[in-house]
């Protein structure tokens, strides 16, 4: 168990809606990173925050969007769900903001219909 | 940006065999470099991880890995696999802008 959780665990849900999907970090991690990992396109960096603050960047579509709460949590919004979303969704907490290790939710699996 | 290759979509090794997955990276200067295992249904975990200093690292559960900057590799061995090894195993990289990319992924099977 990496301390870090995600929920839902499982999520079923028709094109064109939208969901949210969330991240409880590691008790004192300031760090969250989104990844995505799909089989085509394998595991992908989304977004990391820390602290509250967008930290960095990497392949996240604008129908997506993120943040980090004052108590640390962190929620990842996908909207107008396309057929493609599908996938699971990792969050990752560590305890600084550059290259610390990252520790690992179980993910979120989002099923696209 | 930095991207990572591994050329082994999937391995197979005996029980108490050798084993030695490739990873080779592209970056301009100096990277962060990673290994994560991924067993069936969990997350990642961190294996090992090089920065600086020494090119060969240690990890976990009796990995390690050596950067060799001339070839633009850190492969990731370990002397005997066991059983509980069997899982997916990516290679990351990592530069000054805090975007890691992953390779594909290198599937392990370890027969008894």
């Known amino acids: 168990d990496s301390g870090v959780t995600q929920t839902p665990k499982h999520l079923i849900t028709a094109t064109g809606q939208r969901v949210t999907l969330r991240c409880s970090p590691r008790?004192?991690?300031?760090?969250v990173y989104w990844y995505q990992q799909s089989l085509d396109q394998g595991l992908q960096f989304l977004i990391q925050?820390?602290?509250?603050?967008?930290?960095a960047k990497g392949n996240i579509l604008e129908r997506f969007s993120a943040q980090q709460f004052p108590d640390l949590h962190s929620e990842l919004n996908l909207s107008s769900l396309e057929l493609g979303d599908s996938a699971l969704y990792f969050c990752?907490?560590?305890?600084?903001?550059?290259?610390?290790?990252?520790?690992f939710g179980p993910g979120t699996r989002l099923t696209v219909l | 940006a930095q991207s990572v290759t591994q050329p082994d979509i999937h391995i197979t090794v005996s029980e108490g065999a050798s084993l030695e997955l490739r990873c080779n990276y592209s970056y301009g200067a100096t990277p962060y470099l990673f290994w994560y295992v991924q067993s069936p249904g969990q997350g990642l975990q961190l294996l090992l991880k090089?920065?600086?200093?020494?090119?060969l690292v240690q990890g976990i559960k009796g990995f390690e890995a050596e950067f060799k900057r001339s070839q633009s590799s850190f492969n990731l061995r370990k002397p005997s696999v066991h059983w509980s090894d069997a899982a997916e195993y990516f290679c990351a990289v990592g530069g000054n802008n805090n975007d890691m990319r992953f390779g594909a992924g290198t599937r392990l099977t370890v027969k008894p």
């Open positions: 008790s004192g991690d300031l760090s």
């Open positions: 990752a907490s560590s305890a600084q903001g550059d290259y610390n290790e990252q520790f």
């Open positions: 925050y820390y602290n509250g603050e967008e930290r």
């Open positions: 090089y920065f600086s200093g020494d090119t």
